[in-house]
């Protein structure tokens, strides 16, 4: 039995007995492999699923960092996470595909994106603009269908991300890049919580205004142009990363098709084989 007691929220929390995660460890249908990413809030694993007639594959398991595992704030906000991502299917965006707990860890799982964040892809090579225009589309529809999303009724769930940043966009190796990351996503009904990367937040959400769609539209607009200051980009980013909202494009569709009317964008394959070699590169 673990001795985990409630903390504050602001407080660190007692780990008591609870054992870290390791490799080989199982949770529910899922045995952990290795570790392949941590975050602000979670530790993602890469984790094996297994059913019956021998059904294996592979997946993605987050579960809450064990220093907030404690902690109700961040407890809610990993499982309102779950709730949103689930609403959203769409290729560009990383969905949940099971939310569960077992012996006290609770754990979200997502598909597997084999590749890399296009904060590691930044880091690793110089991104032609082509290949910008390319991972900004895909973020930005993957966002248009979040911003669009609806409940099971058909109301729409006024979802903000609210945290677009390069570790949240994952390039994979198919060649095609995803929005990850509804930890600190906003809905209609949510209390406000002031967290996100200060770097890319818009005015309004910097000021603990209200934001809506085109808040994650000026941080799309920031991440791109930290990765590119190609001509051919400037002024579509320039709108987008405009003061007020109301001279950014109104949706993050409008922006991708901005994008698409700017510049030829890269092919799957190109972009594909850029993070393949960065995996290789990284395995080496
Ligand atoms: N579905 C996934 N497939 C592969 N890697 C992932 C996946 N989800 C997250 N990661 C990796 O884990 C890192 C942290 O995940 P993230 O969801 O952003 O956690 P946090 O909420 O703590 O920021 C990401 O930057 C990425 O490298
Ligand atoms: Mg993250």
Sequence with gaps: MSTVTFSRDDEPCELGEA????????????????????????????ARQSGGYGFRRLVAMKTIRREHACKPTFRRMFLNEAHLAASIRHTNVVEVLDLAEDKGVVFQVMPLVEGASLHELN???????????????HVARGLH??????????????????????????????????????????TLSAITVHAGKRKYMAPEQLAGRDVDPRSD????????????????????????????????????????????????LASAKTLGELVRDLATHRAA
């Design 19 to 46: 054992a870290p995660l390791r490799p080989g460890a199982r949770l529910g249908r899922y045995e952990l492999i290795r570790q392949i990413g941590r975050g602000g809030m979670g530790e993602v694993w890469l």
């Design 217 to 264: 539209v000026f941080a799309l607009g920031i991440v791109l142009r930290e990765v590119t200051r190609d001509r051919a980009l400037a002024s579509v980013l320039r709108c987008a990363t405009a003061a007020e909202p109301c001279h950014r494009f109104a949706t993050a569709a409008d922006f991708a098709d901005a994008i698409e009317d700017s510049v030829v």
């Design 145 to 186: 269908a979040a911003h669009t999303a609806v409940d099971e009724r058909g109301r729409p769930l006024g979802l903000v991300h609210r945290d677009v940043s390069p570790q949240n966009v994952l390039c994979g190796v198919d060649g095609f890049a995803k929005i990850s990351d509804f930890g600190i996503a906003h």
């Design 123 to 137: 880091a690793a090579t110089r991104l032609s603009v082509d290949v910008v225009a390319r991972i900004g589309t």
